[in-house]
């Protein structure tokens, strides 16, 4: 199974940004759903945004405005741009696929390429 890498995270005060991408080890077909998650300590993995083949894109009410992914399917990498930083963005970021063109939805059990993630730490 083709895994992704994730890396840009780091540490950065409340109201900051960072970018944070992602490329495949392997490849990809071009065009499938991909998507953006996150974990807190002590809880559950949380979809962000997701992105179709199509490049229409979804996002999680928490970061809807604030967030903004994007794919640039000559590199096949996938980022994600977060701006108006809050604490509670803390988390270990992933990037994961699936095998539909389309995102029909945030289960994260049916995406693939769970990479090790990259940290992102905002601080009050």
């Known amino acids: 199974q083709v895994r992704l890498v994730e890396s840009g995270g780091g540490s950065v005060q409340a109201g900051g940004s960072l970018r944070v991408s992602c490329a495949p080890s392997?490849?990809?077909?071009?065009?499938?759903?991909m998507g953006w998650f996150r974990q807190a300590p002590g809880k559950g993995r949380e979809g962000v945004a997701l992105?179709?083949?199509?490049?229409?894109?979804e996002y999680s009410d928490s970061v809807r405005g604030r967030f903004s992914i994007s794919k640039d399917n000559a590199k096949n990498t996938l980022y994600l741009q977060m701006n108006s930083l809050r604490p509670e963005d803390t988390g270990m970021y992933y990037c994961?696929?699936?095998?539909?063109?389309?995102?029909?939805?945030?289960?994260?059990?049916?995406?693939?390429?769970w990479g090790q993630g990259t940290q992102v730490t905002v601080s009050s």
């Open positions: 992105i179709d083949g199509d490049g229409i894109t």
């Open positions: 392997g490849f990809i077909q071009s065009g499938s759903c």
């Open positions: 994961a696929y699936r095998l539909n063109y389309r995102c029909p939805d945030w289960e994260s059990r049916w995406f693939l390429g």
